[in-house]
């Protein structure tokens, strides 16, 4: 599966993936023309067809690639071994600020791909994300001890509340242009230690 592409050297594998995050997240996909990606990613748009049968093709092959590589990010995080929460939404999110330094318009990809309603590729998309929106939350976080935290503590929101904002300043951060890791980890850990002193006894 996609043999040809994979065969290509790892640098401009990953050019080609940044110029269709980009194009993609910009537009609509009836508005994204295969030729700006081309240019972009510095090859022909034959090249880009002998990579890819056609723009659909491509299209859906950025989707599960944004998928798998979030995934893999993750999981090579070490966040899901962690036994307690906030370790595990610090390593999550410094692995999403690695991920965006490497590819950083493929999370605003995934979220336009979400929403995208145009018929020739919106059946298609609902099968790659429908198995995450289907998992629900607390089958990733560990298992949280209620006599650790303050007392009538709702641990359910406290994780959404936390989780919501890890969103929202990894997102604040990707548009301010070039992720700074160096930055990320700093803010970050200010922000663990905060929420410690907010929810635990």
């Known amino acids: 599966m996609n043999d040809k592409f994979y065969a290509l050297p790892e640098e401009k594998q990953e050019r080609i993936l940044n110029a269709g995050f980009r194009v993609f997240s910009s537009n609509s996909y009836k508005k994204s023309p295969m030729n700006e990606i081309a240019l972009e990613a510095g090859i022909s748009k034959s090249l880009l067809f002998f990579y890819f049968k056609n723009k659909k093709d491509f299209y ?5 690639k944004a998928e798998s590589l979030t995934q893999q990010y993750l999981i090579n995080s070490g966040c899901y071994q962690e036994t307690d929460i906030f370790e595990m939404m610090y390593k999550g999110l410094l692995a999403k600020a690695e991920m965006m330094k490497k590819y950083p318009d493929m999370s605003n990809f995934a979220l336009r791909a979400y929403y995208e309603e145009d018929p020739e590729v919106k059946d298609e998309l609902r099968k790659i994300i429908e198995p995450y929106t289907e998992l629900k939350s607390n089958t990733t976080i560990p298992p949280l001890n209620p006599d650790d935290y303050k007392e009538g503590l709702d641990l359910q929101l406290m994780y959404q509340d ?32 905060f929420w410690k002193g907010l929810y635990l006894r």
């Open 60 to 64: 859906l092959f950025l989707m599960k």
């Open 162 to 193: 936390m989780y919501l904002a890890s969103e929202g300043y990894i997102y604040r951060m990707q548009h301010k242009g070039e992720i700074n890791v160096e930055k990320v980890v700093e803010d970050y850990r200010r922000i663990i230690e």
